[in-house]
């Protein structure tokens, strides 16, 4: 099951792609988005041989960060197989030789679009997240030098009346992911789209939180250990999404499922959307309602 | 032995610079994610005196062009710049204020913190990192840091560090987001205390 | 029965076999060379050469050929390639008022000095289409050949003055630097990211790259009122200028090459203000190659964004800094544009779920509806 592979980085490139030069300045915009907890750091952002919207940030700042004593898993959507998760993976193995791996606990770095792994994190692993639009503001304010002052003030009613409109109209909040968080008690950061179930893993996670977004030109941080709190108000707290099912292969009743349309005749399953996750369990001997008719260990 | 550049007095760099820089980055993004917390600078380097093996290393790991540099009287030695021009390309300040990066071998005169640049509102990134190497970076007096990064609290005193710089530093906590991040270096050590972190004593 | 979504590698694979077919059509028809695309597509070379950022003909032909001759897809070719090149030195600025002009005209005069020269320009032709083009015969291009090497005119050797500068000498037309910043290094729109409010020398490095279609737009809303420009085309040149570098170790300029540029000068009209007399004002169009429609467009949308530094109520759009210049990349707009391809089932179903929550939740307001 540990598929980690090694390949030969490609000789034609530099180690992980950018020059040296490009990678100092990534690494001194996330030592300053370390040093200031969910603030947004701007960056001389490249263009990478992958378009911007389909991971530039993240693949900057794990391109800056990763060394040969790294294993590397990619995620999209949780799982390993994707296509832009197998796109991104073959780009570093190429261009850096690191060993990938689908399995969270073996990988030192994750770099990660729309999900956070069900397997707890752990101290001395980098969560790596591909960011679309980093300003959490920029729906209610579309221009920069106006949410740049907003953040310097901490002007943030703004939001906290928009959640409210939704509490006034449908009973709840209903933002159900890229859902808002304040930082450390100061900033407020968009945690990318993550849907709102992810949202509780950011909280004082052990492991280091970086955030690349590479079109808009920003890199933030969440250190490890430090309080990611979700927006809400005392009489309509946080919560998260709750499924009446369990995952047809691993029988699990606490992941974040996907539903797949399965006929024509609109059958649904709902499965695990962190595919190792839930081979992991399928291997220990969980089972769902469905079990067999996926091979865990299939390619 | 002579350098690069045909001149004797000039020490080499990093043996291996994609290799080293990187992990040298990594010691210093691990120190600043978990403030107190000592590092290792695990690359072997013959560094220009009076700095300190992992003081070199930081320098090499994250200065360049771009960012304007500070040394204080102890650091700015002749080897020293000239080491600093050769591998860094770093341009020299003499005003702290308009330094990115500030090196202090001698962190007891450091000027008034309030003198190096600490950021603006909109753009605190600003605010300069320093860079101070110290005798060591458990013998002096005992500081309780908490913030991001610190589970409970963590005990940290470097040498070196005076009272009155501890005072200096816990005002400038009131301005944050702006603010200065330290890195203290000693031999092959290292650690840091982003802005974030509430020192008390 | 449920089929993951697998095999993410081999269809990757089997979509790049198929591209590359796709590309290269029918293998019964000779393959264009590199060289052939240079030469002959000159203008498709030089919007990638522009949009791209990196002046290189035979590479950005390459891309145009890579790309199928899609050729946003050609300059994001050439854009992610240039990421890749150190940077060795900074070039002298290049004095347009040296150019070499292959072509030279001015709207606002009927004569100037140096002439009017309308050179290699498809502006009266009647746009018929060519038969005699389909299908040539190699026999007869090489002929073809012959008859345009002889028809090709010499540049003229000696510099011709710019238009514009011959009003600044009345005082007409404002100076062309504003002295504020002068002394200051000016921006890298490629090594620091933007801030606002940008400076000229951003907004322009910006505009020069930024998507001939967008500004073509742009540049045509400020004419029709989404904007208060009223533009005067100044003086539109074409031709070749050298570019020199100063060593550290020589200390004076060398000659490193020649590229070949199209400025537009736009003369604008401006009422004045309580501090300024009443005088025109200038918006500047600058571009690789011969590109008059998209300098033209650039000098459009520069004028427009200096809107609020000119005191003027700047409420369209086009005077909008942020709106035009986080817009105008189109190795950025395509990108985000085409993310949507992208798996977004997680999120979609975070909506699903809230959706029918919403649904099943939700109270017609019949009291409402039958007043």
Known sequence: MTRVSTVAPDGGYTFAYLDEQTKRMVRRAILKAVAIPGYQVPFASREMPLPFGWGTGGIQVTASIIGREDTLKVIDQGADDTVNAVSIRAFFARTAGVPTTTRTEDATIIQTRHRIPETPLRASQILVYQVPIPEPLRWLEPREAETRRMHALQEYGVMHVRLYEDIARYGHIATSYDYPVRVNGRYLMRPSPIPKFDNPKMDRSPALQLFGAGREKRIYAVPPHTEVRSLDFDDHPFEVQKWDQACALCGSTASFLDEIVTDNQGGRMFVCSDTDHCDARVLAGHVGSAAGDRDPGGA | ?201 | MYVAVKGGERAIEASHRLLEAARRGDPAVPELSTRQVSEQLPRAVDRVMAEGSLYDRELAALAIRQAAGDLVEAIFLLRAYRTTLPRLGNSEPVDTARMLVRRRISATFKDVPGGQILGPTPDYTHRLLDFRLADIAPTHAAQGEDTVQRDRLPPQEEPMPRVMDLLGREGLVEDETPAADEGQPPADITREPLRFPAGRDARLQVLARGDEGFLLALGYASQRGFSNTHPFAGEIRYGVVAVAIVPEELGFAIEIGEIELTEVQMVNQFAGSDTAPPQFTRGYGLVFGHQERKAMSMALVDRSLRGRELGEAADSPTEDEEFVLYHSDNVESSGFVQHLKLPHYVDFQSELELLRRLRSEFDPPSAQAAE
């Open chain 2, 1 to 201: 032995m002579p350098g690069p550049g045909g001149d004797p007095e000039l020490r080499p760099g990093f043996g291996d610079p994609v290799a080293d820089s990187q992990s040298v980055f990594r010691e210093v993004l691990a120190a600043m994610s978990e403030p107190g917390t000592v590092r290792t600078v695990a690359v072997g380097l013959d560094a220009p005196a009076p700095l300190h093996p992992a003081t070199a290393a930081v320098c090499l790991a994250l200065m360049d062009f771009e960012t304007p540099v500070w040394l204080d009287a102890v650091a700015c030695t002749g080897a020293v710049r000239t080491w600093l021009r050769f591998h860094c390309g770093c341009p020299l300040v003499a005003d702290p204020a308009a330094a990115r990066f500030a090196v202090a071998a001698d962190p007891v005169k450091l000027p008034p913190l309030d003198g190096f640049a600490a950021g603006s509102e909109a753009y605190p990134d600003e605010g300069a990192t320093l860079v101070l190497q110290v005798g060591s970076l458990d013998g002096g007096m005992p500081v309780t840091v908490t913030g991001p990064g610190i589970p409970g609290e963590r005990s940290f005193g470097p040498e070196d560090v005076t009272r009155d710089f501890w005072h200096q530093r816990r005002a400038l906590e009131d301005l944050f987001p702006q603010g200065l991040d330290l890195v203290f270096t000693s031999g092959v050590g290292l650690a840091a205390l982003p802005r974030s972190t509430l020192g008390r004593w």
